[in-house]
């Protein structure tokens, strides 16, 4: 590539990555947004990855999710994961988004897309991002169930297994 081009690449995967759209919301998440965001001609693949609360863990039924955050380390947790996921992947473009309050069974509660020139690397970041989201940035969810009752939910607990004894969550969000 000549240097031209290389600027000009990474100028525009930097502007893909900081689309202008809010990193955390307090109402539903639209997906189709963040794939318009991340929309590229020098894209060759577009991932889009929506966690969602599921109605049953472990054999626990919940009624709702509600996440709290740190917001100001939490905005900066994600800007900086987004950044990253775009230089190690060589993306073209990235959005993140993670929603903040309730979110219902069957409601969005993060969506990452990624596109990339090839699908490997959109379908690797959009993976790393999660995995890193869940490990590194301060928000927290606390699961209501049918009765009442709440338990806050820390990634890899006991309640963040599937029924087979693996580490589930990537569709209970966060």
Not at 151 to 158: E, L, Q, T
């Amino acid at each position: 590539m000549t240097k031209a081009v290389t600027e000009a690449t990474t100028e525009t995967t930097a502007e893909a990555a900081r689309a202008g759209l809010p990193l955390l919301v307090r109402h539903p998440i639209d997906p189709q947004r963040l794939l318009a965001a991340v929309a590229s001609a020098a894209a060759g693949a577009h991932v889009l990855f929506v966690g969602t609360t599921r109605g049953v863990t472990a054999g626990v039924e919940t009624s709702r999710l509600d996440y709290e955050a740190h917001e100001p380390m939490a905005e900066a947790g994600l800007a900086r994961l987004r950044d990253e996921a775009v230089r190690r992947f060589g993306l073209t473009g990235c959005a993140v988004v993670h929603r903040l309050g309730t979110a219902a069974v069957g409601e969005a509660s993060v969506a990452v897309a990624t596109s990339g020139t090839h699908r490997c690397e959109a379908f690797a970041a959009a993976e790393w991002l999660m995995e890193r989201i869940k490990q590194e940035v301060p928000i927290w969810k606390c699961e209501e169930r049918p009765d009442g009752t709440r338990a806050w939910i820390h990634p890899g607990g006991p309640a963040e297994r599937d029924a087979d004894g693996s580490v589930g969550g990537d569709d209970h969000a966060h």
